[in-house]
């Protein structure tokens, strides 16, 4: 549009004001005035393009403050630019909400919303550099004059820290100086253009996309430019000299609706056709006739065909008439045919499923379900609040999905919609078939796995309110749904629903403060609850469901513990499938039914080492071991994802026993970073390594594998799982994708290969992970008629979490766990907030820790009664206390600080690591201290330096 006809036209008197959130980290909203012709367009939930500064970014209506006179504003608002959506994105119900993700999390409400809508939503301003003709004419005479010497002089200027050229001018020494030469280099070879962020941001000059045109150049300019940036001051230096000219270009957005061409007969022959008469004829006969002298067998085929649809997809048409491409266009300029174009939606389903029949509900689901529906219905009539948290227990294969398609069943009767929470993609799929097997297609899937095409129309439909069920992951709980009547959220005790970059949000927390906003029912289930949300029904904030049996009253798979520590002397392989195993997968082969193994570790070996010396082969960006994928012959660091080939070679060795393995050796031109040596022996194991034994070990079997590494593409997940669905596999091989929510009436055995993987992490929920992670994965077993039977491998067979999953009795590890949480102090008897600090510099990031560790100790110091009692920085999160705390209970609070310390994980893509924990019992206080950190300004300020805020974080490491 007209950026100058639109900031200059001039409007009535009285102008209509919105309150708008951009999408930039700034701590507020701000005031604009709608144009008079967009006034009765704009509404709350829109997208809106705005001016801020001198760029044009994406901002969020969150508010319509209505018409007002200048003088009542009190300054001058600038005008919106252009509405970026036909309707709004998201219902005004929704901003209540983002305000309070906002202020819980400490987040920009505008990046809140961003993250909350489908990726690629977003256009704003990118500043170009581009170089004048003035800028190409000095190179051309003066760079040939520069030698090397020059360029290290650049070089020297660059690792000194000192780029910015010398007060004298170029219109006096007629010359560039060594930083200007680089800059206008850097330009020339990419064509006259680049991104201003490219030539002044860290790690963009990467000597690896370095290319120039300029022969003198050399390796300590390339080295240096790699280390350095050039500043803004030279820059602005070379523009004031017309070496160089700043424009901006509109980055639109990267997402788009698909549109598609609709074909039907124009009206001109329409009116043709009904002024006809012909006897005993049908239409198609009637345009059959009309066109017939005049039209090809081919145009005359068309022509029939939209008659008989009335309106049909040029896609659809193409099916039928191969050349329909080419020949609608030239009918349409002809006057037979009318082109539209319509918004097509991407169907992200796969097969079509087959309508199912409501089974008889069991005693115990009658009774659950009976009693939700209960107070439902009294919130639908409003009798009474129909706001109520429930914790749905029971044992793995208990029914709980059946009883929520019941209370769904109730929402929808109702005309409300519902959301269903589902951690894993892989189960995902699963789910979205039984709840379209019932409610057929009023269904939508919000997840990762979906193109971002495919998300943007999952994401109109429900806000056009052509569907009333999401499922999804994490981010379904942001769908606009509107009228909502039920949210769920099925294995809530699951870390994925906990977002680790950006917007770092917990999706069980916030269905439960999104159902509280919306005053219905929120239904939390799990066979293994978090201790937080168990210690909240133990406490009476939530309400405990119990489903006590699994729904064909078979038994729990019997679970046997295999002590490995008397196989310290065995092979490496019988360490790995002990005898106990192996003769039980044989036995399971030999019924023709199915076994899981586990083991949540992917690769094939994690912990490579120098033969010579012993140092373990490292990532170079990162302070982790490289893991050998031997499928992809490579050493892959699963944190940044840098990668070095390999060769593999595979020798064959027969045991006394007789049974035949095999040595891998592994051949590469990789040498240890600590002796030179290129003899790398590949230790540790993982998912990979243990489904090739299994195929040495059981060659006849059908084995396949679900990681990352075979699940990562899109489908691959969901197309192994049918494999498994429908037998055509008999052992399969996986990682925690495996462990939780499927349902195999055919997988009788499951065997786990290390129990104790997850124990000695240095993180205080060790523990409950491993508890929660074997009893998801032992509920696998025996689902369908036959008695199931789990092999657990553990060195710690006597440990509290290891004894209560072989019992299956999560109350047991409970009431052993909670004692050592309550004596430390940590969650649920207290609150964290922690504080994340990286950078590329060892020594900068060390001092700006010590520097927020002393920030937060002061105020932690300078605590007084006054203080505590003054403001409230945000509600509580409702997994804890459900409702916001009191300023007076601040009184008898006060906050623990541990660190400034290294993180678990010292450095993460060549960025250094260091973290502060800070404990309190209140959230509020924990809140103020991080509002103070800000508002001095001095943490967050630092060049180069990132501090993170993790409220109630996951990722301790």
Not at 304 to 318: D, G, P, Q
Request: proline share 4%; with cysteine; hydrophobic share 35%.
């Amino acid at each position: 549009m007209n950026q100058s006809f639109t900031m200059n036209q001039v409007y009535s008197h009285s102008d209509q004001y919105i309150e708008v959130a951009v999408a930039l980290p700034v701590n507020q909203t701000f005031t604009y005035k709608v144009p008079e012709y967009l006034a009765n367009s704009a509404v709350i939930g829109m997208r809106v393009l705005v001016p801020f500064g001198k760029r044009r970014i994406t901002g969020y209506i969150v508010s319509k403050i209505g018409k007002r006179e200048d003088n009542q504003v009190g300054y001058k608002p600038k005008l919106i630019l252009d509405l970026l959506d036909d309707i709004p994105l998201f219902q005004t119900s929704m901003v209540q909400f983002f305000n309070w993700i906002s202020r819980y999390y400490i987040h920009p409400i505008g990046e809140v919303i961003k993250s909350a809508l489908p990726s690629g939503l977003d256009s704003h301003d990118v500043a170009l550099v581009v170089i004048t003709e003035k800028g190409s004419q000095f190179l051309l005479n003066n760079g040939s004059n520069h030698n090397g010497a020059i360029h290290n002089n650049f070089a020297l200027q660059n690792s000194n820290n000192h780029n910015t050229p010398t007060k004298s001018s170029i219109s006096n020494q007629n010359s560039l100086t060594p930083a200007e030469i680089y800059v206008i280099e850097q330009l020339e070879s990419a064509g006259g253009t680049l991104p201003l962020k490219f030539l002044t941001e860290s790690k963009n000059s990467n000597s690896k996309n370095f290319t120039t045109t300029h022969t003198s150049i050399n390796k300590a300019v390339v080295q240096a430019s790699t280390n350095k940036t050039v500043t803004h001051a030279l820059i602005n230096k070379m523009v004031k000299d017309e070496l160089l000219e700043i424009t901006s270009e509109l980055k639109k957005d990267k997402t788009q609706v698909k549109m598609g061409k609709f074909i039907t007969i124009s009206e001109e022959i329409l009116a043709k056709l009904s002024s006809e008469s012909v006897d005993n004829k049908s239409q198609d006969n009637k345009l059959t006739d009309m066109i017939f002298s005049s039209l090809s067998k081919k145009r005359q085929e068309i022509i029939n065909i939209v008659s008989k649809h009335k309106e049909i997809s040029l896609t659809a048409l193409k099916k039928d008439v191969p050349t329909a491409p080419k020949l609608v266009p030239i009918m349409a300029e002809d006057g037979y045919l009318t082109i539209t174009l319509k918004q097509v939606f991407r169907d992200p389903f796969g097969d079509t499923v087959d309508p199912d029949i409501p089974p008889k509900l069991t005693d115990e689901q009658a009774i659950v379900v009976n009693q939700v529906k209960e107070k439902m219905e009294a919130g639908f009539d409003k009798r009474e609040s129909g706001f109520q948290r429930y914790l749905l227990t029971g044992v793995t294969g208990s029914g709980k999905t059946e009883v929520y398609m019941r209370l769904v069943t109730e929402a929808v009767n109702r005309g409300r919609g519902a959301i269903i929470l589902v951690p894993e993609i892989s189960l995902i799929s699963q789910t979205e078939r039984r709840f379209r097997a019932r409610f057929g297609k009023t269904i939508a899937v919000i997840h990762s796995g979906l193109s971002r095409g495919e998300l943007l129309d999952q994401w109109y439909k429900i806000a056009k309110g052509e569907v009333s069920i999401v499922i999804g992951a994490r981010s379904a709980i942001f769908a606009p749904v509107d009228n909502l009547g039920i949210i769920i959220v099925d294995e809530e005790h699951d870390t994925s629903y906990k977002q680790e970059t950006g917007l770092r949000y917990n999706a069980r927390d916030l269905a439960l403060v999104r159902g509280q906003q919306n005053n219905i029912t929120v239904i939390l289930g799990s066979a293994t609850p978090s201790i937080q949300s168990y210690y909240n029904a133990c406490n009476g904030k939530f309400q405990e469901l119990v489903l006590k049996n699994r729904v064909n009253r078979h038994p729990l798979p019997e679970i046997t513990l295999v002590d490995l520590k008397k196989y310290k002397d065995c092979s490496w392989q019988e360490k790995l499938i002990t005898p106990e195993l192996s003769k039980a997968i044989l036995d399971c082969l030999k019924k023709g039914e199915q076994a899981l193994i586990f083991l949540n570790r992917r690769g094939f070996s994690t912990f490579p080492v120098c033969e010579s010396c012993g140092e373990a082969l490292r990532c170079k960006f990162c302070d982790i071991t490289l893991t050998l994928h031997k499928d992809s012959s490579e050493f892959r660091c699963h944190l940044c994802g840098f990668s070095i080939s390999s060769t593999i070679n595979t020798a064959s060795i027969k045991t006394s026993t007789g049974r035949t393995f095999y040595k891998t050796k592994v051949l590469s031109d990789i040498k240890c970073q600590k002796c030179g040596s290129t003899k790398i022996k590949p230790l540790g194991f993982g998912t990979e390594r243990i489904e090739n034994l299994l195929k040495e070990m059981f060659p006849d079997a059908r084995i396949i594998r679900l990681d990352q590494d075979t699940g990562g593409k899109k489908g691959a997940t969901v197309q192994i799982l049918k494999k498994v669905k429908n037998r055509t596999v008999d052992i399969i091989v996986g990682t925690q994708m495996l462990a939780k929510g499927h349902d195999f009436p055919a997988i009788t055995l499951v065997g786990v290969i290390c129990a104790d993987l997850s124990l000695n992490f240095p993180d205080f929920r060790a523990g409950e992970r491993t508890f929660q992670l074997l009893a998801q994965v032992a509920g696998r077993a025996g689902r369908g008629d036959k008695i199931g039977k789990v092999i657990m491998q553990t060195y710690n067979p006597d440990h509290f979490s290891i004894e209560a999953s072989k019992n299956q009795d999560f109350v047991q590890f409970y009431y052993s766990e909670i004692p050592f949480r309550q004596a430390l102090s940590y969650p649920p008897f207290s609150r964290i907030i922690q504080l994340k600090i990286s950078g590329f510099d060892i020594e900068k990031v060390k001092a700006h820790a010590i520097l927020v560790g002393n920030l937060c100790k002061n105020f932690i110091d300078g605590l007084s009664s006054a203080q505590c009692n003054c403001g409230n920085a945000g509600a509580a999160n409702p997994d804890f206390n459900g409702a916001s705390l009191e300023s007076g209970s601040l009184l008898n609070n006060s906050i623990e600080m541990l660190g400034p310390i290294e993180a678990g994980i010292p450095k993460i893509s060549m960025r250094y690591r260091w973290q502060i924990l800070l404990k309190s019992s209140s959230v509020n206080l924990l809140n103020r201290a991080v509002q103070h950190l800000i508002e001095d300004k001095r943490a967050f300020s630092a060049k180069d330096i990132s501090v993170g805020i993790d409220v109630d974080p996951y990722f301790m490491m």
